[in-house]
């Protein structure tokens, strides 16, 4: 019964296809405008993309640190290590940029060297007061050198904040408005304001700045994700171009592809758009992905089209053939592909469920314009040449085929033997694989922001804030000796730690306030004993100064204090150690009964949101494994031919996790997305060669190898064809500037070729060996659903 729907349905289909074609090119045309007028709804992502959850326990933690403090990835920071800036002229034009910067909307406040204000003791008034280091400029070489001395010699609560006394590098911190930093106006102050002004400085004074800060990497590394996606999209159009052209040998076989693949790009945006979706590093690879996916589909009915015109003649016969036949087999192959992205949805990840999303309905979208296009298309066509038909011949790939026939007959237990090797070396090479929790790992490693990260994290030890909060419990409990020796006993592990540079927090204020109490004397930079505590902390209560700086470390109640550090970007094994060595001092240094202390920030949520999104593509790629054997089970109404569908798939996965292993390529989220979407793709050629194999042993009354041999000649040719379109089209992927994506090119490039071999390998040598408890009668007599029609066995 299903079987007659399934046929009935498939010639009604092509019915409607082929008597309305203009209304349906009109509804396609309708469509992509309606959908590119979505386009504008794209947005670049202009917070990091946060990989946890909204309710997960290290999102609230960090939520509640923001309402406490506010935004803390607001810093932009400026750098110069060059020993020319300390002249007169040059170190009043770093301090006039400082000055131009403060006029902007875009910026909260400004601190650089001028802005450096040195504690002073009022004895008449008995509190403290600030005297800037530069009143107004510097005007001669006696006061530069004053300055210098003062610096980097007299105040260590400045050192490694806005200098470093031991390079002698100068930075200038940026605080960005909190309210914009998170919008479009950040973009259009870095881009348009920030990068034109420091350049012209740069070409001016030949002075090189450096640049760096979380809003300043979020916006660069954004956009090169944009600049990408339109040199993604051009390379995939002109490597499948060319190698289906170099197939089919036709310019309008080959326009007919580019312009239905062209279309579903256009389609992927308007989903994008219109379901306001941000552009983040995975949605910027399906428009990609959907050429690359969308060619074979293209092959495969031009194929069959002009195979059915060269043995009848009847192009109308030919076209609803194509529809009826390579229509089923074609929306199987996407629907399982579909469905390998479509896992990501049941994920908790934001990021993960939007790429599901998308790739998910644009792969049915392609489908659905390839099976409308292409027969519509060459109804309105002459026939096709006898140059056109020449490839069907398939003689330049006979060797190949000879050759896989060859091994699966008399090398099948070199098969099998290279098979287990195979896996014993991938399982030993996977126990070597290491998880990645970098930030600029995957980011252009020779592109200029990424080198001022590292000018910073060599000069300043990093640029990923990461936040210590300390609930006193009580109002004004910060204040507090005891609390204040307690901070300092834990910024000591912190000042230990290589990976983090010197902490900021109210204990260096109250070290500095002793100081300035006995006249700026550097030895007397501690913090105060019992007796001292009372009378310094007079001086500093009836400062109006001390509660300007004390407002960014210690909350409006005195409940609340923070300690501020900046981690280099080390991976998730380090980051773990020292987050463990940091929480143990912790629970040792504060009681549970008297303090809550939380660790947060943007280093920490970087950290977990990558073993959290890791951890999830896990069960993603689990899920997908089970549908699709399920689904494979339901087609041919056999659990037991899941093993065989199975192993094939399976093993070209094991194998690029071994040579990941091997080849020093860690486990982040651009890698193991890796392993679902060349699942989902490799699994498509099972389909085709197990439905092929099915319908040769129904014409061929149940003969095992006559029907293994003849499913492997017969479908070996656009397995191939298909699999190195595959491969090249990935490969595009490796162009890219972000390592992860490139990543992500070559191993699902390398994956889908294992995956090629395996299933005109190992896959027709297992239904071979199996064939009496597996490739029998019983197993394939009746499918629940029927691939491929029985009419082609006389046709073929």
Same mark, same amino acid.
């Given at each position: *019964?299903?079987?007659?729907?399934?046929?009935?349905?498939?010639?009604?289909?092509? !019915?409607?296809?082929?008597?309305?074609?203009?209304?349906?090119?009109?509804?396609?045309?309708?469509?992509?405008?309606? $959908?590119?007028?979505?386009?504008?709804?794209?947005?670049?992502?202009?917070?990091? =993309?946060?990989?946890?959850?909204?309710?997960?326990?290290?999102?609230?933690?960090?939520?509640?640190?923001?309402?406490?403090?506010?935004?803390? #990835?607001?810093?932009?920071?400026?750098?110069?290590?060059?020993?020319?800036?300390?002249?007169?002229?040059?170190?009043?034009?770093?301090?006039?940029?400082?000055?131009?910067?403060?006029?902007?909307?875009?910026?909260?406040?400004? &601190?650089?060297?001028?802005?450096?204000?040195?504690?002073?003791?009022?004895?008449?008034?008995?509190?403290?007061?600030?005297?800037?280091?530069?009143?107004?400029?510097?005007?001669?070489?006696?006061?530069?050198?004053?300055?210098?001395?003062?610096?980097?010699?007299?105040?260590?609560?400045?050192?490694?904040? $806005?200098?470093?006394?031991?390079?002698?590098?100068?930075?200038?911190?940026?605080?960005?408005? +909190?309210?914009?930093?998170?919008?479009? =106006?950040?973009?259009?102050?870095?881009?348009?304001?920030?990068?034109?002004?420091?350049?012209?400085?740069?070409?001016?004074?030949? %002075?090189?700045?450096?640049?760096? #800060?979380?809003?300043?990497?979020?916006?660069?590394?954004?956009?090169?994700?944009?600049?990408?996606?339109?040199?993604?999209?051009?390379?995939?159009?002109?490597?499948?171009?060319?190698?289906?052209?170099?197939?089919?040998?036709?310019? !309008?076989?080959? @326009?007919?592809?580019?312009?239905?693949? /062209?279309?579903?790009? *256009?389609?992927?945006?308007?989903?994008?758009?219109?379901?306001?979706?941000?552009?983040?590093?995975?949605?910027?690879?399906?428009?990609? $992905?959907?050429?690359?996916?969308?060619?074979?589909? /293209?092959?495969?009915?031009?194929?069959?089209?002009?195979?059915?015109?060269?043995?009848?003649?009847?192009?109308?016969?030919?076209?609803?053939?194509?529809?009826?036949?390579?229509?089923?087999?074609?929306?199987?192959?996407? %629907?399982?592909?579909?469905? #390998?992205?479509?896992? @990501?949805?049941?994920?908790?990840?934001?990021?993960?469920?939007?790429?599901?999303?998308?790739?998910?309905?644009?792969?049915?979208?392609?489908?659905?314009? /390839?099976?409308?296009?292409?027969?519509?298309?060459?109804?309105?066509?002459?026939?096709?040449?006898?140059?056109?038909?020449?490839?069907?011949? +398939?003689?330049?790939?006979?060797?190949?085929?000879?050759?896989?026939?060859?091994?699966?007959?008399?090398?099948?237990?070199?098969?099998?033997?290279?098979?287990? &090797?195979?896996? %014993?070396?991938?399982?030993?090479?996977?126990?070597?694989?290491?998880?990645?929790?970098?930030?600029?790992?995957?980011?252009?490693?020779?592109?200029?922001?990424?080198?001022?990260?590292?000018?910073?994290?060599?000069?300043?030890?990093?640029?990923?804030?990461?936040?210590?909060?300390?609930?006193?419990?009580?109002?004004?409990?910060?204040?507090?000796?005891?609390?204040?020796?307690?901070?300092?006993?834990?910024?000591? $592990?912190?000042?230990?730690?290589?990976?983090?540079?010197?902490?900021?927090?109210?204990?260096?204020?109250?070290?500095?306030?002793?100081?300035?109490?006995?006249?700026?004397?550097? +030895?007397?930079?501690?913090?105060?004993?019992?007796?001292?505590?009372?009378?310094?902390?007079?001086?500093?209560?009836?400062?109006?100064?001390?509660?300007?700086?004390?407002?960014?470390?210690?909350?409006?109640?005195?409940?609340?204090?923070?300690?501020?550090?900046?981690?280099?970007?080390?991976?998730?094994?380090?980051?773990? !150690?020292?987050?463990?060595?940091?929480?143990?001092?912790?629970?040792?240094?504060?009681?549970?009964?008297?303090?809550?202390?939380?660790?947060?920030?943007?280093?920490?949520?970087?950290?977990?949101?990558?073993?959290?999104?890791?951890?999830?593509?896990?069960?993603?790629?689990?899920?997908?494994?089970?549908?699709?054997?399920? @689904?494979?089970?339901?087609?041919?109404?056999?659990?037991?031919?899941?093993? &065989?569908?199975?192993?094939?798939?399976?093993?070209?996965?094991?194998?690029?996790?071994?040579?990941?292993?091997?080849?020093?390529?860690?486990?982040?989220?651009?890698?193991?997305?890796?392993?679902?979407?060349?699942?989902?793709?490799?699994?498509?050629?099972?389909?085709?060669?197990?439905?092929?194999?099915?319908?040769?042993?129904?014409?061929?009354?149940?003969?095992?190898?006559?029907?293994?041999?003849?499913?492997?000649?017969?479908?070996?040719?656009?397995?191939?064809?298909?699999?190195?379109?595959?491969?090249?089209?990935?490969?595009?992927?490796?162009?890219?500037?972000?390592?992860?994506?490139?990543?992500?090119?070559?191993?699902?490039?390398?994956?889908?070729? @294992?995956?090629?071999?395996?299933?005109?390998?190992?896959?027709?040598?297992?239904?071979?060996?199996?064939?009496?408890?597996?490739?029998?009668?019983?197993?394939?007599?009746?499918?629940?659903?029927?691939?491929?029609?029985?009419?082609?066995?006389?046709?073929?």
């Amino acid at each position: *019964m299903f079987k007659l729907f399934t046929k009935n349905f498939w010639d009604v289909t092509a !019915r409607l296809i082929l008597r309305n074609k203009i209304g349906i090119l009109l509804g396609i045309i309708i469509t992509t405008v309606l $959908l590119a007028q979505k386009w504008d709804n794209m947005r670049l992502a202009y917070s990091e =993309a946060n990989m946890l959850p909204d309710n997960h326990e290290v999102n609230i933690t960090y939520n509640r640190f923001l309402e406490t403090f506010g935004e803390e #990835g607001n810093l932009i920071v400026l750098g110069v290590k060059d020993s020319t800036l300390f002249t007169v002229e040059k170190l009043n034009a770093w301090n006039n940029l400082s000055e131009y910067f403060k006029k902007s909307e875009a910026i909260e406040t400004v &601190v650089s060297i001028k802005d450096l204000q040195k504690l002073i003791k009022d004895t008449e008034n008995e509190k403290f007061q600030l005297e800037p280091f530069i009143k107004d400029s510097i005007t001669n070489l006696a006061q530069l050198e004053t300055l210098q001395n003062e610096l980097f010699k007299k105040y260590p609560f400045y050192d490694n904040f $806005l200098f470093n006394k031991d390079s002698k590098t100068i930075r200038t911190a940026i605080y960005m408005d +909190k309210a914009i930093v998170n919008t479009s =106006a950040r973009k259009d102050f870095i881009v348009n304001v920030l990068i034109p002004k420091i350049k012209s400085f740069e070409k001016q004074y030949g %002075v090189d700045v450096k640049m760096s #800060g979380m809003p300043y990497i979020r916006t660069l590394n954004s956009q090169n994700i944009v600049d990408e996606i339109s040199t993604f999209i051009l390379a995939a159009l002109v490597v499948t171009s060319l190698i289906f052209f170099f197939f089919f040998r036709s310019f !309008r076989a080959t @326009f007919i592809s580019m312009v239905v693949v /062209c279309i579903g790009v *256009m389609w992927t945006l308007g989903i994008i758009g219109f379901l306001n979706y941000e552009v983040s590093v995975l949605t910027a690879l399906i428009p990609p $992905l959907i050429i690359v996916i969308g060619i074979p589909n /293209c092959i495969f009915l031009i194929n069959k089209y002009q195979h059915e015109v060269k043995l009848h003649g009847n192009k109308i016969k030919s076209l609803q053939r194509v529809i009826t036949k390579i229509g089923n087999a074609t929306l199987m192959t996407n %629907v399982t592909t579909a469905s #390998g992205f479509a896992t @990501f949805i049941l994920t908790e990840s934001k990021l993960l469920k939007e790429f599901g999303v998308v790739a998910s309905l644009s792969i049915l979208a392609i489908f659905i314009l /390839c099976l409308l296009i292409i027969p519509i298309l060459y109804s309105f066509m002459p026939y096709p040449k006898d140059r056109h038909l020449e490839h069907l011949n +398939k003689r330049w790939i006979g060797g190949f085929v000879d050759w896989m026939e060859l091994m699966v007959r008399k090398k099948r237990i070199t098969i099998y033997i290279t098979s287990v &090797v195979l896996l %014993v070396v991938s399982i030993i090479g996977i126990y070597q694989i290491k998880t990645s929790g970098s930030l600029i790992e995957d980011m252009p490693q020779e592109s200029e922001f990424v080198n001022d990260i590292r000018f910073f994290e060599n000069e300043f030890n990093g640029i990923m804030p990461l936040e210590i909060m300390i609930d006193t419990k009580r109002k004004k409990g910060v204040m507090k000796l005891a609390t204040l020796k307690r901070m300092e006993e834990l910024e000591e $592990l912190i000042y230990e730690t290589p990976e983090l540079s010197k902490p900021i927090s109210v204990v260096g204020l109250v070290k500095y306030s002793k100081q300035a109490y006995y006249n700026g004397n550097t +030895k007397y930079y501690q913090l105060p004993t019992s007796q001292e505590n009372s009378f310094i902390l007079s001086y500093a209560k009836n400062s109006t100064s001390n509660v300007d700086l004390l407002k960014n470390f210690v909350d409006s109640t005195g409940q609340y204090a923070r300690i501020t550090t900046f981690m280099k970007d080390v991976g998730t094994d380090k980051m773990e !150690r020292i987050e463990e060595n940091l929480q143990t001092k912790i629970d040792k240094v504060f009681p549970k009964e008297r303090y809550n202390v939380i660790m947060t920030g943007k280093a920490l949520l970087f950290q977990k949101g990558t073993k959290y999104l890791v951890k999830n593509l896990v069960i993603s790629l689990t899920l997908a494994i089970v549908l699709i054997a399920v @689904f494979m089970a339901y087609m041919f109404r056999s659990g037991r031919m899941i093993i &065989v569908s199975l192993i094939p798939n399976l093993l070209p996965l094991l194998i690029t996790a071994g040579l990941m292993g091997y080849l020093g390529v860690p486990i982040k989220p651009s890698t193991i997305l890796v392993f679902s979407i060349a699942f989902g793709i490799s699994v498509d050629d099972t389909i085709h060669f197990l439905a092929k194999y099915r319908q040769e042993l129904q014409a061929n009354n149940w003969k095992i190898k006559v029907s293994v041999y003849g499913a492997l000649r017969e479908t070996g040719v656009s397995m191939f064809y298909t699999s190195i379109v595959l491969f090249f089209g990935f490969s595009v992927f490796t162009i890219s500037s972000f390592g992860g994506t490139v990543a992500l090119g070559a191993l699902v490039s390398a994956t889908l070729l @294992f995956a090629m071999l395996s299933n005109l390998l190992l896959l027709p040598s297992l239904l071979l060996s199996l064939e009496r408890s597996i490739a029998n009668k019983q197993v394939l007599r009746k499918p629940t659903i029927n691939i491929i029609p029985e009419e082609d066995e006389s046709e073929a």
